[in-house]
C-alpha cells in the first residue's frame, strides 16, 4: 500500500465508508482499490479485505453476459484527464454467486457513477467509483409493468432516493469536513516528510563529499556519474575532468581483466559485492594502488542503475608490503650464503622453520619440522648443561653458544654451536624462539688436530721452538725448558742467539743462515750453553714456515741433546709404540695387540671384547687446575685402570680422555659387562692430584665382541666408538653394546 492508503486508513476517515449505504469504492489514479464500503462489499458479494491493494480490473473482470471493463476504463481515463464527474450509462454485470448457494451468476443491472477527488495541488489524489443497483427497475420494465405502474416505482424509488440523498448528503457534508481534515493531515505530513527528505540528502551530500575515502557512481559501462572531492585527491583530476573519463580510462590495462570476471557476477545478481587491489594511473602520470569495493544499485524494475565504487589509497602499505618483501628477499638470499643456519620454534619448542641450507650438513631437513630440541638424536653435551639449556627455553630467555652434536643421514658425527632468542607479540605473548646454528665440525676437528699437536709438542722428548722471523723466540716446550735449563718466561721474545756458546764461530752461523734463507731448513750439530753455564751438543733442525704471500712468518728449530742419548734406537723405537705422557700402548701398539687377539681367538675358537672409554668431567680440571694437573689426572686414570686388569689384557691410551681395553678369553658377555661396570665405578671413585684437589671425573664405555661384531682391529673400534655415542646419549656414568642394524 501506497502513502495514500495509509492517510486513508486513519480511523476518522474509514467511518465515511464504513457507515456509507451506498456502494462506494475509492480507487487511486493507477484504479487500485483503497479503501471500499461495506455496502459495495455486500452488493458485489465479496470482502473487504480481498478486494484492498488490488486493480478493479482483477477484482471485476469480465463476465460472460458483458463487456463492462473496456467501458469502466474509458470512463475512468476520461475522469482522471477531465477532473470531471462522469455517469456512466447502464451497465449489465452479473455477479458471481458463493459456491455454497449452488454457483453460477446471479444477473445485475448497475448505473455507475465515477467522481474525482482533488489534492491541494489541484492534481488527482482519487476516485470515487458509485454504483446503484437498478436491477429491479430493469425487470419491471422488461415485464411489462404500466408506465403508470413504473412512474409510481421509480416516484417511490425517487422518494426514497430524495430522503437518502439528504441523509447522506447530510453524511457527506459532514465526512467532507473530515475528508478535507485528512487532505490537510496529508498535505503537513507530505510536507514534514519532504523536509525529512532534504535534510536526509543534506546529509548524504556532506557524507558524500567529507567522507575519508573515494567514492563514486558509476555507470554499468564504467562512465563516472558522481565523484566526492577525496576521489579526485587520490587521482588528481579535477571533478569536471573526472566525470568525462571512465573506469576503465584510469585502470592499469594490466589489471582490468581481474574486474570483469567480478562485475559479471555482480550484474547477475550471484555476487553482492566485490573488492580488488589494482593500480589507478595518476593525472601526474604515474601508478598508484588502490583498493577498490564495489556494489550493484538497480531501479525500481530491477535493471542495474549504477555501481557504487568506496577506493582507498593503498598506495603507502603496498610500498610497505613491497619494502617488506624485499627485505625478506634478502633475507633468504642471505640465508642461502651464510655460513649460519637460520631455524624457528614455536611456542611448544618444535621446529617449524629450519633452513634448506642446512642441507650442506648432510642433515634430513624433513626430520626436524615438528619435533622439539630434546627430542633429536644429541650427543656431546652433559645432562646438567641440557637441563640447564631446557630451563632456559621454558623461562623464556636467550641463550648463546650451546654446543652439541648430530649424527647426518651417512652417521658422520657433525659438530653444532646454537644461538636463539625468544619471540613475543606486540601484547608480550610468547610465541616461540628464532635462531641460527653454526656447523663447527670442521673448527672441532680442527681443534682435536691441533690438541694433538700440542700434546707431541708438549710431550715430546725433542726440544721444539718457535721464532719469528728474526730469531725472537715466540714459543718452545717443556722438553726444550728443560734441556736449555730456561723457562719460557725468561726466553720469550729474546732472541735464540741467548743460548749460543763460544765453540763454533760467526763463519759457521752466516753458512747455517745461507742454507735456510736459499733451501728453507739447514739441520745438524750445534754446540749450545744452558742457562747453568754448561755447554751441550744438540743436533738441530731448522724449517722456515711462509704465510700465504710466500713470506717467512715463523721459524721451527727442533733440538735433540746428543749428550743423553745413551741408547737412541730403542729409545725411538719405545716413542713409536707408547704414548709420551702415561706410557701405555698407543694406536700404533693396540692395533698390533687387537690383530694379535683377534688371531689368537679364531686359533682357540675364544671370545674378546674392546672396550672404548670417554672420559666424563675432564675438560673442566683442564680449564680450572691447568694442562699440568690433567696431564697428573691422566697418568692417575691409567695407573687405576692398569691396576684392575689382567696381565693378558691391554690398555691403551690413543689420544685426549680417550683409553682403549682389549679383553682376551672372556667367557661371555656377562663377563665383559662386569669389566665395564669396574671401570665405571673406577673413574667414578674421586682423584686427588698434587696440592690436595680433589677431582671427581667419570666415563661412558662402548663395548664391542669379537669375532661377532667383527674380524679387523679397525672395525671393532669404529663399532665401538659407535656404541660409546649411544652411551653417552643415554646419559653419564653409563655402558652400551654396539647393536647391529636389522638386516646387515
Not at 453460477?104 to 448505473?111: E, H
Not at 630434546?374 to 654446543?403: K, Y
Not at 745413551?566 to 692395533?591: C, G, I
Request: charged content about 25%.
Amino acid at each position: 500500500m501506497d502513502e495514500n492508503f495509509a492517510a486513508l486508513t486513519s480511523a476518522d476517515f474509514q467511518s465515511v465508508f464504513e457507515s456509507a449505504p451506498d456502494p462506494y469504492l475509492i480507487l487511486n489514479p493507477q484504479f487500485v482499490i483503497v479503501g471500499g464500503s461495506r455496502a459495495y462489499a455486500s452488493a458485489a458479494m465479496t470482502q473487504q479485505a480481498g478486494i484492498v491493494g488490488r486493480s478493479i480490473f482483477e477484482v471485476f473482470p469480465d463476465t460472460p453476459s458483458a463487456d463492462a471493463e473496456h467501458t469502466l476504463m474509458a470512463s475512468l481515463q476520461r475522469v482522471a484527464r477531465t477532473l470531471k464527474p462522469d455517469a456512466m450509462p447502464l451497465q449489465e454485470y452479473d455477479i458471481p454467486n458463493p459456491q455454497a448457494e449452488g454457483g453460477g451468476f446471479a444477473q445485475r443491472y448497475w448505473r455507475p457513477l465515477n467522481t474525482p477527488v482533488t489534492g491541494p495541488d489541484g492534481g488527482l489524489r482519487f476516485i470515487i467509483h458509485r454504483v446503484e443497483d437498478v436491477t429491479e427497475l430493469v425487470r419491471m420494465k422488461r415485464d411489462g409493468i404500466t408506465p403508470r405502474q413504473l412512474d409510481t416505482a421509480l416516484r417511490e424509488q425517487a422518494e426514497r432516493m430524495e430522503t437518502e440523498g439528504v441523509t447522506r448528503s447530510l453524511e457527506v457534508a459532514a465526512n467532507s469536513a473530515q475528508l478535507r481534515q485528512a487532505n490537510d493531515d496529508l498535505a503537513r505530513l507530505n510536507a514534514e516528510a519532504n523536509v525529512k527528505l532534504r535534510q536526509l540528502e543534506a546529509s548524504f551530500r556532506a557524507t558524500f563529499e567529507q567522507a575519508a575515502v573515494g567514492i563514486a557512481h558509476v555507470a554499468p559501462d564504467g562512465h563516472w556519474l558522481r565523484v566526492n572531492q577525496k576521489l579526485c585527491d587520490i587521482v588528481g583530476y579535477p571533478r569536471e575532468a573526472l566525470l568525462r573519463l571512465t573506469y576503465q580510462d584510469l585502470t592499469w590495462p594490466e589489471d582490468l581483466q581481474p574486474d570483469h570476471p567480478l562485475a559479471s557476477e555482480v550484474l547477475a545478481g550471484t555476487r553482492q559485492t566485490f573488492t580488488v587491489e589494482k593500480r589507478f594511473i595518476h593525472k601526474a602520470g604515474h601508478l598508484l594502488w588502490i583498493s577498490a569495493t564495489v556494489s550493484l544499485v538497480r531501479d525500481d524494475a530491477g535493471q542495474p542503475a549504477y555501481f557504487i565504487a568506496v577506493v582507498q589509497d593503498i598506495q603507502q602499505r603496498k610500498e610497505a608490503e613491497l619494502a617488506l618483501e624485499e627485505e625478506r628477499e634478502v633475507f633468504r638470499n642471505l640465508t642461502d650464503i651464510a655460513s649460519d643456519y637460520f631455524w624457528e620454534l614455536d611456542a611448544q619448542f618444535r621446529f617449524k622453520t629450519v633452513s634448506p641450507t642446512i642441507v650442506r650438513s648432510g642433515l634430513d631437513l624433513t626430520a626436524y619440522i615438528g619435533k622439539t630440541r630434546w627430542e633429536l638424536p644429541c650427543f656431546g653435551i652433559s645432562d646438567e648443561t641440557w637441563q640447564a639449556h631446557r630451563a632456559t627455553l621454558e623461562a623464556h630467555q636467550p641463550f648463546r653458544n650451546l654446543e652439541l652434536g648430530l649424527r647426518n643421514i651417512d652417521g658422520e658425527a657433525r659438530w653444532f654451536l646454537i644461538s636463539g632468542d625468544p619471540v613475543f607479540s606486540r601484547n608480550g605473548e610468547f610465541r616461540g624462539y628464532r635462531g641460527t646454528t653454526r656447523d663447527i665440525t670442521e673448527r672441532k676437528q680442527n681443534m682435536e688436530r691441533l690438541r694433538q699437536q700440542a700434546m707431541v709438542f708438549n710431550c715430546t722428548e725433542e726440544g721444539v721452538v718457535i721464532t719469528d722471523p728474526c730469531g725472537g723466540l715466540i714459543e718452545a716446550n717443556p722438553a726444550f725448558e728443560r734441556i736449555s735449563e730456561y723457562s719460557l718466561s725468561e726466553m720469550r721474545g729474546h732472541n735464540m742467539r741467548f743460548i749460543q756458546s763460544d765453540l763454533q764461530d760467526a763463519a759457521f752461523y752466516q753458512e747455517m743462515w745461507k742454507s735456510i734463507r736459499e733451501t728453507g731448513n739447514w739441520q745438524g750439530e750445534i754446540w749450545n750453553r744452558r742457562q747453568s753455564g754448561d755447554t751441550y751438543l744438540v743436533w738441530l733442525s731448522i724449517s722456515a714456515v711462509h704465510d700465504d704471500t710466500g713470506k717467512v712468518s715463523n721459524y721451527v728449530g727442533i733440538f735433540i741433546d746428543i749428550n743423553r742419548m745413551k741408547h737412541p734406537k730403542s729409545e725411538l723405537e719405545r716413542l713409536a709404540h707408547h704414548d709420551p705422557l702415561t706410557n701405555l700402548p698407543n694406536r700404533v701398539q693396540l692395533l698390533d695387540r687387537l690383530e694379535h687377539a683377534l688371531r689368537s681367538t679364531k686359533r682357540r675358537g675364544g671370545k674378546g671384547a674392546v672396550l672404548f672409554i670417554d672420559l666424563d668431567r675432564f675438560k673442566p680440571v683442564n680449564d680450572t687446575l691447568g694442562h699440568q694437573a690433567g696431564d697428573e689426572l691422566l697418568t692417575a686414570v691409567a695407573a687405576r685402570l692398569t691396576a684392575r686388569l689382567r696381565d693378558v689384557d691391554t690398555l691403551a691410551r690413543i689420544g685426549g680422555d680417550e683409553f682403549v681395553i682389549v679383553l682376551e678369553d672372556v667367557p661371555g658377555a656377562d663377563g665383559v659387562t662386569a669389566v665395564a661396570d669396574e671401570v665405571i665405578r673406577q673413574l667414578e671413585t674421586p682423584f686427588v692430584l698434587a696440592g690436595g684437589h680433589e677431582a671427581r671425573i667419570g666415563g661412558s664405555v662402548g663395548i664391542a665382541l669379537f669375532p661377532e661384531d667383527g674380524e679387523t682391529p679397525a672395525g671393532l673400534l669404529e663399532r665401538a666408538d659407535q656404541a660409546l655415542y649411544a652411551a653417552k646419549a643415554a646419559g653419564r656414568g653409563m655402558h652400551r653394546r654396539f647393536n647391529r642394524p636389522p638386516g646387515s
